[in-house]
């Protein structure tokens, strides 16, 4: 091998192995760095074809720089996070729901219910009295306004899920078009730590919807969701949200703007957030409304058949015009004279109590749906505690699985200070010796032409 070759196979090296250190450099300095995955220098072994030898080592050249990921992991990481942005969303909104209910405090319809009934039985005990009438006038507002808050808060809720929805689909467009102008990025430069922000805006998007991820051959990611393309290399399909209120409850539908057929956004943040706004607490609210209508109606008609102390019949203790939990309240003549709520049968001796027993009796009626309306509000109490329980469970046991596989990508793709240092040792080593053979070279170079 003539000195030449000699000084080249050096001088490779030692770029080669510049190159690494540079490369090792950088991964200890984005140690601490969120989404970083480490890189590495891919050294080939270069030979050359030399006649009655065979091949012949010229070298080493650092020909690519690659992320060190297992992109099996990476897959199985964006399915898990859409899952626990699912039940965290349904965690979180359960409680919110649960919370409306104020069910452990004296304001709470199951409360006032009761507090209802045990007022009508008073006033079944002195069915003459007018201070018991008050008592029962004043339930029945308590009672009806724990209705109309219930509702009202239930429609507030609605409307701060109505803006996070938009919030997220405004943030699905934008990931998606950053996305696609990664892509042109990529494919125009080949740099490698624009993959690092691609995969942390793919993990983003992942909590928000339901997504699958896979690459085309010149390296630009393709995203879709439920089938149907979100980003195709530098295409981009952005989301559309429309809201509507149908007998004053809100729906809300997020589509693609410029595709037929339409996903059903099942999982990610969006998804849990579309369920409960347009499915749980809409069939809360009807749920109101029944227990308020079937209140409403069982006792203004026991009420109607009843005489007042004014000799009146026919008088209803709350408002015809109810049509629900929204606007449930007592009759303005009730509200404004107490005196008109009914206790005796019509025609019935002064004394007689039998209208406020049978409205009292109405607690055991089966109502709504085969059930008391105490058991029925239980129940739907108890559907709530049951979805949340559950979401609870399921958001804790998602959690561990998603710590698992990000403990698993970075034992993989994580920069470990001690293995980075222990290669820019080698690699710094490997550098001097081959500044050692450049010198050497050119000693013996010196020598040779000395002897010219």
């Known amino acids: 091998m003539s000195l030449n070759q000699l000084m080249e196979i050096g001088r490779r090296s030692l770029f080669a192995n510049q190159r690494a250190i540079n490369i090792t450099s950088k991964n200890i300095a984005n140690a601490g760095t969120e989404g970083y995955t480490r890189q590495r220098v891919n050294m080939t072994n270069l030979a050359i ?56 405090t004296d304001a709470s319809i199951g409360n006032l219910m009761g507090e209802f009934w045990e007022a009508w039985n008073n006033l079944a005990s002195d069915p003459e009295s007018a201070s018991a009438r008050t008592v029962v006038r004043d339930k029945g507002v308590l009672l009806s306004n724990a209705f109309n808050r219930t509702h009202d808060t239930l429609i507030d809720t609605q409307r701060e899920v ?103 956004f099942s ?32 006792v203004n008609n026991i009420h109607r058949s009843g005489q007042n102390l004014e000799g009146i019949t026919g008088q209803n203790f709350f408002s015809a015009n109810t049509t629900g939990a929204a606007n449930i309240r007592l009759d303005n003549g009730v509200l404004n004279a107490p005196s008109l709520i009914a206790s005796r049968a019509a ?33 739907l109490l108890t559907e709530i505690g049951s979805q949340l329980n559950e979401a609870n469970y399921l958001n804790d046991s998602q959690a561990l699985i998603v710590q698992q596989l990000e403990n698993q990508r970075d034992s993989i793709s994580g920069v470990s200070l001690e293995e980075e240092m222990t290669q820019l040792i080698q690699f710094e080593q490997a550098y001097q010796a081959a500044s050692r053979v450049i010198n050497t070279v050119d000693e013996m170079m010196q020598v040779v032409l000395g002897l010219v």
């Open 49 to 104: 074809g030399v006649p009655g030898i065979g091949q012949i080592g010229v070298g080493v050249e650092a020909d690519t720089v690659s992320r060190i990921q297992q992109r099996l992991v990476e897959n199985q990481l964006w399915q898990e996070r859409q899952r626990q942005g699912y039940y965290d969303t349904d965690s979180r909104l359960l409680t919110q729901v649960e919370t409306v209910f104020a069910s452990d």
């Open 162 to 264: 109505d803006r996070d929805i938009r919030a997220d689909v405004n943030r699905v467009n934008q990931i998606t078009a950053q996305l696609a102008n990664l892509n042109e990025k990529y494919t125009n430069t080949g740099n490698l730590d624009l993959l690092d922000e691609r995969d942390r805006l793919i993990g983003e998007l992942s909590e928000l919807i339901k997504i699958d991820v896979r690459e085309n051959e010149a390296g630009e990611t393709i995203i879709s969701t439920d089938g149907l393309l979100l980003v195709s290399g530098r295409e981009v399909e952005q989301l559309a949200v429309e809201t509507v209120k149908e007998n004053g409850v809100y729906q809300t539908t997020v589509s693609l703007r410029n595709v037929g057929p339409q996903p059903a």
């Open 267 to 298: 999982g990610g943040t969006l998804g849990s957030k579309l369920k409960h706004q347009n499915e749980t607490i809409p069939a809360t609210i009807n749920h109101l409304d029944s227990l308020a209508n079937a209140l409403v109606e069982r």
């Open 347 to 379: 025609g019935a001796e002064v004394g007689d109590n039998s209208v406020a027993m049978s409205i009292f009796d109405i607690q055991d009626e089966l109502l709504v749906d085969g059930d008391t309306l105490g058991t029925s509000f239980t129940g």
